[in-house]
Every structure is written in C-alpha cells, then in structure tokens.
C-alpha cells in the first residue's frame, strides 16, 4: 500500500469522525444510538476497524459516569485477579498455575490491536508512555492500561526457569513489542540468548537495547552485557573496562562486578584496576555510547520542567522523573 494511498485513507478517517462527533449532542442516550447507527453505515468501510474502534469510544464516552466506573471497576478487577494470582503463584514456585493466571491476564491484551491510526502500548509509568510516543509520529499511541507487557515478562521467565528458551524469547519479544522500554525484558531476553550461546544474536540485542534505557541501573546492565559479550569473544581488556564503567550506573551490582574482574585477573593475569575516567576514555574511543541517548534524556528532562511547573516533584511520578532527571544532571553538569 503507497503513502499516498495511506494518506488518502487517513484523511476519510479523520473526516468521518470529526462528522460523527460534530453532530453529537447533550443528549447521551440520543447520541449513543447514533452512533450506533454510524457504526452500522460504516462497518464495510476500508477503514471500517478503525473506525468502529473510535466509534465504540464515544460509545463510552457517552455512558454516564457512574456507569463508566462501574464498567471498569468490573473489567480492571476481573483482568487484574489473574495477574495478581500468577505473581503468587510464582512466589510460591508454583509455575504451572502462574503461567495459567497470567496467560488469561495477557489474552485480554488481544483487544488492543494495531491499526493505522492507533498504536498500543502498555507503559509502567508515564516516563514511558511519553518515550513511546515520540517513536511513532504518524499514529495515536494508546496506552492499554494494564500492565501487559510485564505479565508476558513474567510467562518469559517461567519459560526459561523451565529451559523452555525458545518459549521465553517468544514471551519476551511479545512484551518488548508492547512496552519498547521494558528494560527488564530486553535484558531478560538477552539472558535467553545466552543459554542459546549464540553471540551474534547477543551481540545485536545488546545494541538495540542501548537506545530504549533510560533508568540508571539499566544502563549499568546494559555495560555488563557488553563485559559478557567481549569476555566471550576474548577482549578481556574492553571487558574490564566495562565492568568498571557499569558501577557508576548500577551500584547495587558491585560484588558482581568484582567476580567478574577476578575472573578477567585470572585469565590475563593483569589485576590493574582502572579509574572510571579511564574506562570512560577507553569505551569512547571505542565507539561506544558513554551516556544515555539523547532523546531520551530530553524527554526526561523536558518532564521535569513541566513537574516543577506544576508543583508536582512530591508526588509518586514527581519523584521518579525528578531522581532520574537529577542522575542525568549530575554526569553532564
């Protein structure tokens, strides 16, 4: 299909809705029957998916308030029981129910389909909804509400806790696709290529996971990565280097990072331990990133603004931008 076609498509669309919602009225219940008679005139339209799915909006839209929260009181308990149960299942090492609960919660993920306008995305905060919606300029982003992509996290892990590895890169792709900035399941999925011992594979991963962290500590996984990637490969020195580096980011890490410096000790029998601005060095002229990238960071940053504008830096997610904003200040300051 051309761009031009796309276009001309898109066009219709934002036609017939913007005419369906300038003959909507005060009155509710009028307005619902008819839209669900415009529902009915444009169900054999080409673009009748995406039409039918915003009609089903104002549908909502049009419910009373009261009946609103009673709706998705009701679909938010029912979906969230199974994702509550298979988190205690799995607590309690019981994996066969886990992967049943938390299959029925990511089933009901299937009604959020991409289409031409609209894309979904199941963020775990709002940082990420706003880094979701600067990949895709030419669609909506919709956030799916619930916590898809981490329930397909979780079944990625029974499947590799089962050696089921070609399960769990499937599960884990799955909550990649639907929360790009997932950093627990991009590197939980560079841990399934590695039982599959495939470095290539490793290798790409890891560098297509750089341009979706932005959490300190994931920027720490994503330089032990590497220092696992080069120790496979026999660059020994660059591993080192990386191990080093990673600290700044991820200090919990640190009697990690000091196995595997003994392990590179004993393997070149050079136990020099290099300053974190050497190792800064050294990764640069290497030709690997040294920072977060910086779309990222302004996307962090710009959220701070608004934060502090709005007086918000006590609340739940005021807090979260602002002490990862504060990180990214510190190293360019």
Do not use: W
């Amino acid at each position: 299909m051309g761009l031009f076609f796309n276009k001309k498509e898109n066009s219709d669309y934002e036609k017939i809705i913007a005419e369906v919602r300038a003959n909507l009225t005060d009155d509710k219940e009028k307005n619902i029957k008819y839209i669900k008679e415009m529902c009915e005139k444009y169900k054999n339209h080409e673009m009748a998916n995406e039409i039918i799915k915003e009609l089903g909006r104002m549908i909502f839209e049009n419910t009373s308030e009261e009946k609103q929260a009673e709706l998705n009181e009701m679909i938010a308990k029912d979906i969230i029981s199974h994702f509550e149960k298979g988190e205690e299942y799995m607590r309690k090492g019981n994996f066969k129910n886990a992967k049943k609960e938390l299959e029925q919660f990511v089933k009901t993920s299937e009604i959020f389909k991409e289409d031409r306008i609209n894309i979904p995305y199941s963020p775990r905060n709002p940082i990420e909804f706003f880094l979701c919606s600067n990949l895709n300029k030419d669609k909506k982003v919709r956030d799916m509400v619930m916590d898809y992509s981490t329930g397909y996290l979780r079944l990625g892990s029974i499947a590799i806790e089962e050696n089921n590895i070609e399960k769990a890169i499937e599960y884990l792709n799955n909550s990649i696709k639907l929360n790009p900035y997932n950093g627990t399941a991009r590197f939980e999925l560079i841990d399934a290529l590695k039982r599959k011992g495939n470095l290539k594979l490793i290798k790409e991963e890891i560098d297509k996971s750089y341009k979706f962290v932005y959490m300190p500590n994931d920027l720490g996984r994503f330089y032990r990565d590497l220092g696992y990637y080069y120790i496979e490969k026999g660059d020994f020195r660059l591993a080192k280097y990386l191990y080093v580096y990673s600290i700044q980011f991820d200090n919990t890490k640190k009697d990690f990072v000091i196995n595997e410096l003994q392990y590179i000790f004993q393997r070149t029998g050079d136990d020099k331990v290099p300053s974190v601005e050497e190792a800064y060095k050294y990764i640069e002229n290497e030709n690997i990133p040294v920072f977060f990238d910086k779309d990222n960071v302004g996307i962090v940053l710009s959220l701070q603004r608004k934060v502090k504008e709005d007086k918000q830096e006590n609340s739940p997610v005021g807090q979260l931008i602002c002490s990862i904003a504060d990180f990214y200040l510190k190293f360019i300051s």
